[in-house]
């Protein structure tokens, strides 16, 4: 079974500095992705970056990136020059590539962004 | 661009009463999904539906019933809600089996209160 975790609940950042969100993960499976999303205040689930395990170079969107170290089953989340509409619950999550999409969430960070 | 819409976005019932979400994608995904969130516990699936016509449980499908009404719709009932049940629930879609896994495009939720 596959399962993911997420061992910082809360964090905190200064505005225009970086901070790294953890995440590991358990999985029996050959080939699988890996998902950070964000929900804001809003409520609403944001897609910010997504990893295909079987590809070694790090995903990159804008600010934000990952570690993938496949070997540690570690998947982090950096992002840089924070600013304050990144303030939000980060959730990281698992998919098999294999049948449906069922998705594996962890428990979730809470980032706080200061000014 | 309407994506994933979920109705109602908010409401309160007594035990023991039932009621229907609703969720309806136009991205003519294959695929469909129900989960809760909880504090601490991040979201976990209820049900979901590779394609039309078929239904499958996930983690948590106990006093839930789903209904894949056509490619579109994807609907959640709660026959006899418990306080248990208090929860935000989110509709999710994506393309499904054998696609890219791009990731999920999720409604903006449903904050549940059962007293």
């Known amino acids: 079974a596959q399962t993911v975790t997420q061992s910082q609940p809360e964090m905190s950042v200064q505005e225009a500095e970086t901070v790294t969100l953890s995440c590991t993960y358990d999985?029996?499976?050959?080939?699988?992705?890996l998902f950070w999303y964000k929900q804001p205040p809003s409520r609403q689930m944001i897609l910010v970056i997504r990893q295909e395990a079987y590809k070694q170079q790090n995903a990159t969107e804008n600010r934000f990136s990952v570690n993938f170290q496949k070997a540690a089953k570690s998947f982090s989340l950096k992002i840089s020059d924070s600013q304050l509409g990144d303030t939000a619950m980060y959730f990281c999550?698992?998919?098999?590539?294999?049948?449906?999409?069922?998705?594996?969430f962890g428990t979730g960070t809470r980032l706080k962004v200061l000014a | 661009n309407a994506g994933v819409t979920q109705t109602p976005k908010f409401q309160v019932l007594k035990t023991g009463q039932s009621m229907t979400l609703q969720c309806a994608q136009d991205m003519n995904h294959n695929s469909m999904y129900w989960y809760r969130q909880d504090p601490g516990m991040g979201l976990r699936l209820i049900y979901y539906?590779?394609?039309?016509?078929?239904?499958d449980k996930g983690e948590v499908p106990n006093g839930y019933n789903v209904s894949r009404l056509n490619k579109r719709e994807f609907s959640l009932r709660l026959e006899s809600a418990a306080p248990s049940q208090t929860s935000v629930y989110f509709c999710a879609s994506s393309e499904g089996t054998g696609a890219t896994n791009y990731g999920y495009t999720f409604g903006s939720g449903t904050r549940l209160t059962v007293v």
């Open positions: 999985t029996s499976e050959s080939n699988y992705y």
């Open positions: 539906s590779a394609s039309e016509g078929t239904t």
């Open positions: 999550a698992s998919s098999t590539t294999s049948g449906t999409y069922k998705y594996i």
